[in-house]
C-alpha cells in the first residue's frame, strides 16, 4: 500500500518515560502534519514540516514535545517526560503541498500509565 | 480561539432516514472539509468546500458552505447502516492558518437496520 504510515500502532508507557512515535508519508509528499485525537474529541493540529523543516509549530502544547524530519520524508514526534494527560492518538497526515488534500495515518495510540 | 462547533454531538437513526449535520464558526475559513472517521482509522476526506454559498454532492451526501464562509452543512438522504461513522468538519486559511486544519470535535452517527 502507497499510504501514510505510523509506527507502533500502539504504544503503552509509563508516566516519566520517553517515547517516539514515527510517521512515513506518501511517498512525493512534501507536508507532512502531525495531530493529536484524545477521546471525544476532534484531531488537535501540533506541528507542520514544509520539506525538512517545521513551518508551524505553534500546535505542540510545551517543550516536552519535538518533533523532526531530517531528511524531508519519514518524521518522528518525540515526547519527553510523558504524562497521563498524553494519553491520545497521535495522527500523521501528507499532503503534495500545504493546500492540498491531507491524507491520514492510522495514528499511534499512546497510553501512559 | 478559533472553533468550529459541530452538532449534534451524538445522532441515532433508523435505516432510510434523512439527517443533517451542523458545523459554525465565528471565524472566516478558506476552505471547510468534510471527513468521516472509522474506529481505528484516521480520517477519509469526504469533500472540500471553498466558494461561499457552495454546495456539493456526493451520492446521498449534500455539502453546503455557508455565504460569509464561516458554517457548513452536511446532509444524507435515505441513510445506510454503511454510513455509520465520525464525520469531522475541518477549516483551512484564514481561521487556520497556512495548510494546518482546525477540526471541529465530531458527530457520532449510528445508523441502525
Known amino acids: 500500500g502507497a499510504g501514510v504510515s505510523q509506527t507502533p500502532s500502539n504504544k503503552v508507557t509509563e508516566k516519566g518515560k520517553y517515547v517516539e512515535l514515527r510517521c512515513d508519508p506518501i511517498?512525493?509528499?512534501?507536508?507532512l502534519y502531525w495531530y493529536r485525537q484524545s477521546l471525544g474529541q476532534g484531531p488537535e493540529f501540533l506541528i507542520y514540516?514544509?520539506?525538512?523543516?517545521?513551518?508551524?509549530d505553534s500546535g505542540l502544547p510545551n517543550d516536552r514535545f519535538f518533533a523532526v524530519r531530517p531528511e524531508g520524508s519519514v518524521s518522528t514526534l518525540k515526547i519527553q517526560r510523558t504524562e497521563r494527560g498524553d494519553s491520545a492518538v497521535y495522527l500523521c497526515?501528507?499532503?503534495?503541498?500545504?493546500?492540498?488534500?491531507?491524507?491520514f495515518g492510522p495514528g499511534t495510540r499512546l497510553t501512559v500509565l | 480561539t478559533q472553533l468550529l462547533e459541530q452538532s449534534p454531538q451524538f445522532l441515532s437513526i433508523q435505516e432510510g432516514e434523512n439527517l443533517t449535520v451542523y458545523c459554525n464558526s465565528s471565524?472566516?475559513?478558506?476552505?471547510l472539509q468534510w471527513y468521516r472517521q472509522e474506529p481505528g482509522e484516521g480520517p477519509v476526506l469526504l469533500v472540500t468546500?471553498?466558494?461561499?454559498?457552495e454546495v456539493k454532492k456526493l451520492k446521498r451526501l449534500t455539502f453546503q458552505f455557508g455565504d460569509a464562509r464561516k458554517d457548513s452543512s452536511l446532509h444524507i438522504t435515505a441513510a445506510q447502516p454503511g454510513d455509520t461513522g465520525l464525520y469531522l468538519c475541518?477549516?483551512?486559511?484564514?481561521?487556520?492558518?497556512?495548510?494546518?486544519?482546525?477540526f471541529g470535535k465530531g458527530t457520532k452517527l449510528s445508523v441502525k437496520p
Open positions: 511517498s512525493g509528499h512534501t507536508a
Open positions: 497526515a501528507s499532503s503534495f503541498g500545504q493546500y492540498n488534500e491531507q491524507f
Open positions: 471565524s472566516v475559513f478558506s476552505s
Open positions: 514540516f514544509q520539506g525538512t523543516g517545521a513551518a508551524d
Open positions: 475541518a477549516g483551512g486559511g484564514d481561521g487556520g492558518s497556512q495548510g494546518n486544519l482546525i
Open positions: 468546500v471553498v466558494t461561499g454559498g
